[in-house]
């Protein structure tokens, strides 16, 4: 069966810092993989999504960048944090070509901006 | 407007009662309909989803599409405290991308 797993779970981080935010998928090869993120009582907001190794396709333009090294591996980075990046970011992975397109999420990352 | 609109609630009910969640959206290329349930810090579950018109039923859940008002409905019957969670619609065209609603949160009382 697959499993999504992200690391961190929880982070604080200062403004101005760095940020590394890694998911993986197993069980499954050339997955859909996406990163949202969910503000306090709100709805997700897609930031990025990739249908294959180095193909990132940006749905919001921010100071957050993302990046597929490997085939199952997906990194959400930003070079200096604001506070307005602080939320909870989904990793999320898909069929490639499958539908409908349901997609399966990660346990998520508490990122907490201060 | 957004693609997709969701009362965010809150809603609380008595156990044992029948509970409805809506969405309306407004694009009519949408094509699949999908309801996920969160429960409070953690990732969102597929609970269901569908493609057409009509009723889909998956227990004490029913998920409900009406393609010609552009309105989706999940009914939870025999609600159980364990239901408590946030319940986010989604939907899409087909290929790759989701629009969530914004998710209601839900509470049953037991």
């Known amino acids: 069966s697959q499993t999504i797993h992200q690391w961190p779970a929880t982070l604080v981080q200062p403004v101005g810092s760095p940020l590394s935010l890694e998911c993986t998928v197993e069980g499954t090869s050339n997955p859909n993989l996406y990163w949202y993120r969910q503000a306090a009582g709100r709805g997700l907001q897609l930031l990025f999504y990739?249908?294959?190794?180095?193909?990132i396709s940006s749905e919001v333009p921010q100071n957050l960048s993302a990046s597929r090294p490997q085939d199952r591996q997906f990194i959400l980075s930003s070079k200096k944090l604001l506070l307005s990046d602080s939320g909870f970011y989904l990793c999320?992975?898909?069929?490639?070509?499958?539908?409908?397109?349901?997609?399966?999420f990660g346990p998520g990352t508490r990122l907490l901006v201060l | 407007q957004k693609e997709v609109e969701q009362d965010p609630g809150p809603l609380s009910v008595p156990e044992g009662a029948i509970v409805s969640l809506n969405c309306t959206y407004s694009?009519?290329?949408?094509?699949?309909f999908m309801w996920y349930r969160q429960y409070s810090r953690k990732g969102p579950e597929l609970l269901m989803y569908t493609y057409s018109s009509g009723n889909k039923e998956d227990g004490r859940f029913t998920a409900q599409v009406d393609k010609s008002s552009k309105y989706i409905s999940l009914f939870i019957r025999d609600s159980q405290p364990s239901d408590s969670a946030t319940y986010l619609c989604a939907m899409s065209k087909g290929a790759q991308k989701l629009v969530f609603g914004q998710g209601t949160r839900l509470t049953i009382n037991p």
């Open positions: 694009n009519s290329a949408f094509q699949y």
């Open positions: 999320a992975w898909s069929v490639l070509g499958g539908a409908p397109e349901t997609q399966y």
């Open positions: 990739s249908v294959g190794i180095g193909q």
